[in-house]
């Protein structure tokens, strides 16, 4: 069993910057996020294969956001640059096999993201 503890979160204004961080309590593959707005499905953000090597992306935050980690430190991270009210959400880390994280092994709590106008 691995737990996931996401920080980072907070309040930012449009156009502005926070830098999400996910700590793994093992070893593990795939990593990413997730998010999920308020009245609407969670909804997959980012993930990062275990090299580093690969990413992928959602179309909504390609070029805004850039996903990255530390095996060293079993982390990875979120940048979020031009962020935008639509990044509201709780944003969950997530470990699993696959970069397009179809399988989802484990889940943080969640970390609120909240981008005023």
């Known amino acids: 069993q691995v737990q996931l503890v996401e920080s980072g979160g907070g309040l930012v204004q449009a156009g502005g910057s926070l830098r999400l961080s996910c700590a793994a309590s093992?070893?593990?593959?795939?990593m990413g996020w997730f998010r999920q707005a308020p009245g609407k499905e969670r909804e997959f953000v980012a993930a990062?294969?275990?090299?580093?090597?690969?990413?992928y992306y959602a179309d909504s935050v390609k070029g805004r956001f850039t996903v990255s980690r530390d095996n060293a430190k079993n982390s990875v991270y979120l940048q979020m640059n031009n962020l935008k009210p639509e990044d509201t959400a709780v944003y969950y880390c997530?470990?699993?096999?696959?970069?397009?994280?179809?399988?989802?092994?484990?889940w943080g709590q969640g970390t609120q993201v909240t981008v005023s106008s």
């Open positions: 990062i294969s275990w090299s580093g090597g690969s990413t």
């Open positions: 997530t470990a699993g096999g696959r970069l397009t994280m179809s399988r989802v092994d484990y």
């Open positions: 093992g070893r593990t593959n795939v």
